[in-house]
């Protein structure tokens, strides 16, 4: 949904849901662009009634299941067992998980955030802000595929530097020109963010601030190195 606020958008699941239905906002991705998700007829009703409520635009996501919201609670309980058997250990990081954009490392609470990202909203937009609040990042480095982060964080805060790196090589250049304090998205994976490290030669008292999706959870990272 295009062009709209929370609490319009709340007001047209409102009127569109009926009894024993599900919808739900699934993402903030930013201001004026919200994902919401449910049962198709929901859905269809909330397009057709956005058009009365002067809402911009609306289009349907080419998705193969309602992503973060509570139709996806079958999924939620597969998933449990599988997360909590993980061996994860105290990170370095500090992560701000995207469920309620709080900042945790505790390995338990760091598997609970996996488990509730499967039927909770992204709050990918508060993310953003509870990291630029800090003070401390003006920066981001979108690592992997695309540049879709980058366009969002431009949209939350047009004063926040963003920049979209794909490959090796775009690291390898970027590295050369980039001061002491960065601020990293990793939409693909580690492996990235591992390379992304060794290649820019962070120091002791640098700062890194990165927000990362995983494949069931969006996770944001403050790294200190």
């Not at 973060?68 to 990170?91: F, V």
Request: proline share 3%.
């Amino acid at each position: 949904i295009i062009g709209s606020d929370l609490s319009t958008i709340q007001n047209l699941i409102i009127k569109s849901v009926e009894e024993n239905e599900v919808l739900e906002i699934a993402n903030d991705n930013a201001p004026g662009q919200i994902v919401i998700s449910g049962h198709r007829k929901a859905i269809e009703r909330a397009i057709e009634n956005s058009k009365e409520m002067g809402i911009k635009r609306t289009l349907r996501l080419n998705v193969s299941a309602p992503f973060h919201c509570s139709l996806m609670q079958s999924a939620l309980e597969d998933m449990i067992d599988p997360i909590k058997n993980l061996d994860i250990l105290t990170p370095e990081l500090v992560l701000c998980n995207n469920v309620d954009a709080l900042f945790i490392t505790d390995p338990e609470k760091i598997k609970d955030s996996l488990i509730n990202q499967i039927t909770s909203r992204v709050k990918w937009r508060e993310s953003i802000e509870k990291i630029k609040n800090q003070g401390k990042v003006n920066q981001f480095i979108e690592l992997g595929s695309g540049s879709v982060l980058s366009g969002l964080i431009k949209r939350i805060d047009k004063n926040l530097d963003s920049v979209a790196l794909e490959s090796i090589g775009d690291i390898e250049k970027f590295a050369k020109l980039v001061s002491r304090k960065y601020a990293v998205s990793v939409s693909s994976g580690t492996a990235a963010l591992d390379i992304a490290i060794k290649s820019i030669n962070i120091k002791k008292d640098d700062e890194v601030i990165v927000p990362a999706f995983t494949i069931i959870s969006c996770l944001h990272q403050i790294v200190r190195q």
